[in-house]
Nanobody, 124 residues
């Protein structure tokens, strides 16, 4: 499966962005899907994840209450709605797919397929 993210950009603190991840090559309904981010000098970290059917979602503490992950399996697309953005949310955001039959997990190593990333910059 190939993943392509879009929707990043420059936004002021308190603003919103909606990231999209479009998959091709295989239907995403066989994957748990996750959003990760990485800022300079830091390790890639889990932000949010959604189960195959979209019935279960998981968030890192910093994302809870501000970010919403969703998926449209019919359109082979995963979204990350980000509200109340903060400068510390500045990072490259990656979409990823976990092919294993298990619950959503936050470990980077669990995800076999990755997009190229989209830059999100939040100014203060």
């Amino acid at each position: 499966v190939q993943l392509v993210e879009s929707g990043g950009g420059l936004v002021q603190a308190g603003g919103s962005l909606r990231l999209s991840c479009v998959a091709s090559g295989r239907s995403i309904n066989v994957y748990n899907m996750g959003w990760f981010r990485q800022s300079p000098g830091k390790e890639r970290e889990f932000v949010a994840g959604t189960s195959r059917g979209g019935t279960s979602t998981y968030y890192t503490d910093s994302a809870k209450g501000r970010f919403t992950i969703s998926r449209d399996n019919a359109k082979n697309t995963v979204f990350l709605q980000m509200n109340s953005l903060k400068p510390e949310d500045t990072a490259v955001y990656y979409c990823a797919a976990d092919p294993q039959w298990r619950g959503v997990v936050p470990e980077v190593s669990a995800y076999a397929y990755w997009g190229q990333g989209t830059q999100v910059t939040v100014s203060s």
